[in-house]
C-alpha cells in the first residue's frame, strides 16, 4: 500500500510539474523575443541615431515617444529607450518599483523576473546598428501564466501540497517567490537543518526527479523537481509526507489488532492441546466458530475498501473473464457491474487491443514476459457509450487456489490530457486570434528553407501592418481593436492556400508565408489579394470601420537566405509601403517610385 501510494504520487506529481514548467519557460522564452524585436525595429534605430548625432533633435523625440507608446497595446507593462550615453530618452508605461525579489535570468543580457503581487519580466536590450551598439531598451512584461500557477489554477492535492519557484542567490542559498502555502518571499539555505539537500537544490542543479526527503521545515515531504530550461530557475511541486501515508497508518489500526488476535489464538490452541480431549474438541468448535466470524468480518472490510477507493479496479481470470468491477470502474466505464462480470475484458477495449488481448495473455502464460505487468502505463479504454477515452493503468498479477489471476489499478485522465493539449497550443498559438505565434512561424520558415535549400525553389515572407489601428483602438476602445483584429486574422486565413501560414506577430502586425511560388512575383497577386480583402469595411458595435494594410514583401533567396533576413527585409519593405501611401505592398530592395499597387 505505501509503495502503491509512492508510485501513483510520484507519476502524478511529475506529469503535473512538467506541464507547469513547460508553460512558464514559453512564457517568459516569448515575453523576452516580445522585448528584442523591439530593439530591432529599424524605425527606432534610425530615430535613436539621429537623437545620438543631434542631442535636440525634437522630431526625433518626438517620434520615438510615439512609438514607444504603440508598443504598450502588445501587452508590455512599461517600455523604455536610452542614448549611446546611457541617458533615458522616452518611457512608456510604469516600471515596478520596489519589488518583493528581483531575480536574474540566464538570457544573453541583462534579464530579470520580478514579483510584485504578481511575476514580471524586464529585459534590458542592447539597439545596434551596422554592428555598432547605439543605445539599449528596457522593457517590462506581465506574466499571467505564470502569475496564475501560484493562484486559483494550480491542483489542491491535499491540505499540505505546496508548488514553489526559486532561483539560486549564492553558493550555499537560494531565493524563493511566494509558494501556495507560504505567501511570502524567503531566502534559505540548500540543505535542511540536518543536512540534506532541499529538493530545490537538485532542480537548481539542473536535475529532474523525486525524491522523499525534509524541506526547510524540517517537516518530510515528497517532492518533484525540475529546472526551468537553463534559465536558472527550479521548481517544485511537494507534499508532507504525513498526508500520503496517512490512509495506510489508518488500516494498520484495524490489521495490527487482527494479527495480536491470531497470535493469541494460535497461544490458546497450543494449551488447548494438553488438555482433555473433549474440552480440545469443544473448544475447537468455539474456535472454527469465532474463525468464521473473523473471516466475514475481513470480507466485509475488503469489499468496503474496493468499494471506496477512488481508483478503478478490475479483476480478470487467465482466459480474460472480468471475476471483480469494484464501484470506481462502474463511474469509469459506465457500467453497471452486472453487465460485465463474467464478460471479456476486450469489452472495455477500442479496437485493435480488443481483438489482440486473448492471444496475448495467451503468449505470456506461455512464455512468461511482459512488459505490461508492474508498469504504469497509459492507454486507451471504452466507455459503455462507446467513447474512446485515455486511462492511466498498472496491472498485476497474482495466484487464488492454484489459478493465475490479474488485476488492473486505473484512474481516468481525459482532463489532464486535456490540460496538457491546451498548454501545448497555449505556447504555440496566439490567444486572440488563434493564429501561429511569431516562434511558430519562424519554425516554419526555418522547415520551409530546409526544403527547398537544394532546389532552391522561390518563396515569400509577407510583413503586413494595419493603417489606422490604433486610432480605432482609441476612439473605438480596446474591445473593437480585439474584435477587429479577429476579423483581419479570418480574412488572412480565407485568402491563402492550405500550404501556406499566416501567424500574429504582435500588435496589429501579422506574418504570411507563401511556401511555394513558381515566380518571385507570383507574391504580387496574393498581396494584391489581401489588400483588396482587408480594405472592405467591416462593421464592430454599430460602427463602420475601414480598415487597410500595408505590406512587406522578401523573397527567398535573393532577399535572405535564413529566417531573421526574411523577416528582418520584409519588415523593411513594410515601412516603405507605409511611407508609399495606404493599401500599398513594397517588395524588399524596390525603388521609392516603382510601380506597386495602392488604394
Known amino acids: 500500500m505505501k509503495n502503491h501510494a509512492e508510485d501513483l504520487l510520484r507519476t502524478s506529481l511529475q506529469a503535473s510539474l512538467q506541464s507547469h514548467v513547460t508553460l512558464a519557460q514559453s512564457e517568459i522564452r516569448q515575453s523576452f523575443e516580445k522585448s528584442a524585436t523591439v530593439a530591432t525595429r529599424p524605425f527606432l534605430i534610425s530615430q535613436i541615431s539621429d537623437v545620438n548625432t543631434k542631442k535636440d533633435d525634437e522630431d526625433a523625440r518626438t517620434a520615438l515617444r510615439q ?14 529607450l536610452y542614448d549611446v550615453q546611457g541617458q533615458k530618452i522616452v518611457q512608456a508605461g510604469n516600471f515596478v518599483t520596489a519589488p518583493d525579489l528581483d531575480v536574474p535570468i540566464h538570457f544573453a543580457q541583462n534579464t530579470q523576473l520580478i514579483y510584485k503581487g504578481k511575476y514580471y519580466l524586464r529585459a534590458t536590450i542592447n539597439i545596434v546598428d551596422d ?113 500520503l501515508y496517512a490512509p495506510v497508518w489508518h488500516q494498520l489500526r484495524y490489521l495490527i489488532p487482527l494479527m495480536i488476535l491470531m497470535l493469541s489464538a ?26 468464521n466470524e473473523r473471516l466475514k468480518d475481513s470480507e466485509s472490510h475488503v469489499r468496503l475498501l474496493l468499494d471506496n477507493a477512488d481508483e478503478g479496479i478490475i479483476s480478470i481470470a487467465a482466459d480474460g473473464t472480468i471475476e471483480l468491477f469494484n464501484p470506481a470502474a462502474e463511474r469509469i466505464f459506465q457500467y453497471p457491474s452486472a453487465d460485465v462480470l463474467g464478460k471479456n475484458i476486450s ?95 519562424q519554425d516554419r520558415i ?22 489606422r489601428f490604433k486610432e480605432i483602438n482609441d476612439t473605438l476602445g480596446h474591445d473593437a481593436g480585439d474584435q477587429l483584429l479577429k476579423v483581419v486574422a479570418q480574412r488572412l486565413s480565407a485568402s491563402l492556400r492550405a500550404e501556406d501560414t499566416v501567424g500574429r506577430q504582435g500588435g496589429d502586425e501579422f506574418i504570411v508565408l507563401l511556401a511555394n511560388l ?15 480583402v482587408l480594405s472592405e469595411p467591416i462593421e464592430i458595435h454599430g460602427q463602420i470601420v475601414q480598415p487597410s494594410a500595408s505590406i512587406g514583401i522578401a523573397v527567398y533567396p535573393q532577399d535572405g537566405d535564413d529566417v531573421d533576413s526574411l523577416l528582418k527585409h520584409s519588415d523593411q519593405a513594410m515601412y516603405l509601403a507605409k511611407d508609399s501611401g495606404s493599401g500599398v505592398y513594397r517588395f524588399y530592395g524596390q525603388a521609392p517610385n516603382a510601380q506597386s499597387h495602392t488604394e
Not at 532552391?456 to 493603417?467: G, K, R, S, Y
Not at 513558381?518 to 483588396?532: G, T
Open 67 to 80: 512609438g514607444v507608446e504603440s508598443f504598450l497595446i502588445t501587452g508590455l507593462n512599461a517600455i523604455a
Open 131 to 243: 554592428g555598432r551598439i547605439i543605445g539599449k531598451v528596457v522593457t517590462e512584461n506581465p506574466l499571467p501564466a505564470l502569475t496564475n500557477m501560484f493562484e486559483s489554477t494550480l491542483p489542491r492535492r491535499g491540505a499540505t501540497s505546496d508548488f514553489a519557484l526559486c532561483a539560486k542567490a549564492t553558493q550555499n542559498k537560494m531565493k524563493c517567490f511566494p509558494t501556495t502555502l507560504y505567501r511570502h518571499t524567503l531566502t534559505i539555505n540548500f540543505n535542511s537543518g540536518a543536512g540534506a539537500p532541499l529538493p530545490m537544490s537538485y532542480a537548481l542543479n539542473g536535475k529532474t526527479g523525486f525524491v522523499i526527503t525534509r524541506d526547510y521545515r524540517d517537516q518530510e515531504v515528497v517532492a518533484a523537481y525540475s529546472p526551468v530550461d537553463s534559465l536558472g530557475l527550479g521548481m517544485v511541486l511537494k507534499m508532507d509526507s504525513g498526508e
Open 266 to 291: 494460535a497461544l490458546l490452541a497450543l494449551r488447548w492441546l494438553l488438555a482433555p480431549l473433549i474440552n480440545q474438541l469443544v473448544r475447537s468448535e468455539k474456535e472454527t466458530r469465532e474463525a
Open 347 to 441: 469489452m472495455l477495449m477500442p479496437e485493435p487491443n480488443a481483438g489482440e488481448h486473448t492471444r496475448y495473455i495467451e503468449r505470456y502464460l506461455k512464455g512468461g514476459d511482459s512488459h505490461v505487468i508492474g508498469t504504469v502505463r497509459e492507454v486507451d479504454a471504452l466507455r459503455g457509450n462507446g467513447d474512446v477515452f485515455p486511462i492511466e493503468l498498472r496491472v498485476s498479477e497474482f495466484s487464488l487456489h492454484g489459478q493465475c489471476k490479474f488485476i488492473g489499478i486505473m484512474h481516468d485522465i481525459t482532463e489532464r490530457k486535456a490540460a496538457e493539449a491546451k498548454i501545448i497550443h497555449l505556447a504555440h498559438y496566439d490567444a486572440l486570434t488563434d493564429l501561429p505565434n511569431r516562434r511558430l512561424v
Open 446 to 467: 526555418q522547415n520551409t528553407i530546409a526544403r527547398v535549400r537544394r532546389s532552391q525553389t522561390p518563396f515569400a515572407v509577407m510583413f503586413i501592418d494595419l493603417n
Open 518 to 532: 513558381s515566380a518571385p512575383h507570383d507574391s504580387a497577386f496574393v498581396a494584391q489579394k489581401i489588400i483588396d
